[in-house]
């Protein structure tokens, strides 16, 4: 029985995938950061639930302790994060650090930590969630897509470097889903500048995908076995994608300036 290491499980996209593997013969490690609050997942059969905030090194290394001494590790999922949204001006210190330290550096340590137990396998495999914002540029969620596009970037360098150990590392980057990404944005001040085009903004993002689609496309990435890095989940990730490639970047920011601030017609 194969064995995945889910981040940030107890919602969203995260659960939907413990879910998935579940469903499909998996043993899950399903993390989060209030296990006492779980009530689905404790429910189902080889699921076993760990502590884990990503912004806590030191249970890092306990959860990673206790999860390998469990079971032998194929897969991590790095899932959790949340969607920082405003102006960038509007942000404090504290908002950019938190968000760059949960979906940036989160994913980085908990990676760091699976390492030595990979290289010493000689295989297990990466899948770091990312989002079309990390492939394209949106106004308002600027700290978000850059925790996004850098977790692209290091993924790609990653897999690079983790190749002479037969150890892979894939991105899939979804497209807008149906979750609470941006619910734990209490804390952002809105300012009055931005209040007309923001209130546009967030009237157009269209949360069109299911968590349970993503999930699909990660378990697809787990075990296609292809040397691949990059996998677009959801119903528009993969068309912005591709829309990009065509026109090019330059063509691609000034398209995007117009859909948002020159009509309401096109979705994202
Ligand atoms: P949810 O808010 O439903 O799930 C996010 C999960 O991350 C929750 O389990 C949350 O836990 C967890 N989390 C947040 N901070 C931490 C932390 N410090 N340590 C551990 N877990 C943490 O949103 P989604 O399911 O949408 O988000 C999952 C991933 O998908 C994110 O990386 C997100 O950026 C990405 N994504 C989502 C899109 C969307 O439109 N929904 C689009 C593109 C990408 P808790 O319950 O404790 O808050």
């Known amino acids: 029985m194969k064995t995945i290491f889910i981040t940030g499980a107890s919602s969203g996209i995260g659960k939907a995938t413990a879910k998935l593997f579940q469903s499909q013969g998996w043993n899950v490690i399903a993390t989060m950061r209030k296990p006492e609050n779980e009530t689905e997942l404790t429910q189902l059969e080889n699921v076993t639930i760990l502590a884990l905030d990503v912004t806590d090194i030191e249970q890092i290394k306990s959860t990673v302790t206790k999860a390998t001494g469990l079971f032998d590790i194929d897969v991590v999922v790095n899932n959790a994060g949340y969607g920082l949204l405003g102006a960038l001006e509007a942000y404090t210190n504290e ?31 990466f899948i770091n969630v990312t989002s079309i914002g990390g492939h394209t540029g949106f106004p308002f969620t ?27 590392v894939k991105t899939v980057a979804p497209s807008s889903t149906n979750t609470e990404l941006f619910s734990h944005n209490v804390d952002v001040k809105h300012l009055p500048f931005y209040e007309a085009t923001e209130k546009k903004m967030v009237g157009m993002i269209k949360p069109a995908s299911s968590p349970e ?30 829309r990009r490639q065509e026109i090019g ?16 017609k096109t979705e994202v």
């Open 213 to 242: 689609e993503i999930a699909e496309v990660i378990f697809e990435a787990a075990t296609d076995d292809k040397d691949q890095l990059r996998y677009f989940a959801g119903k528009s990730s993969k068309a912005i994608y591709d």
């Open 95 to 125: 908002n950019i650090i938190r968000q760059v330290d949960t979906n940036f550096l989160g994913t980085v340590r908990v990676t760091q930590e699976f390492i030595p137990h990979f290289r010493e396998a000689q295989k297990g495999l």
């Open 249 to 264: 970047a330059e063509a691609s920011v000034k398209e995007i300036k117009k859909m948002y601030f020159d009509s309401l």
């Open 142 to 168: 600027s700290i978000y897509n850059g925790t996004k596009w850098a977790v692209e970037g290091w993924s790609e360098c990653l897999s690079i470097e983790l190749s002479m150990f037969n150890v892979g």
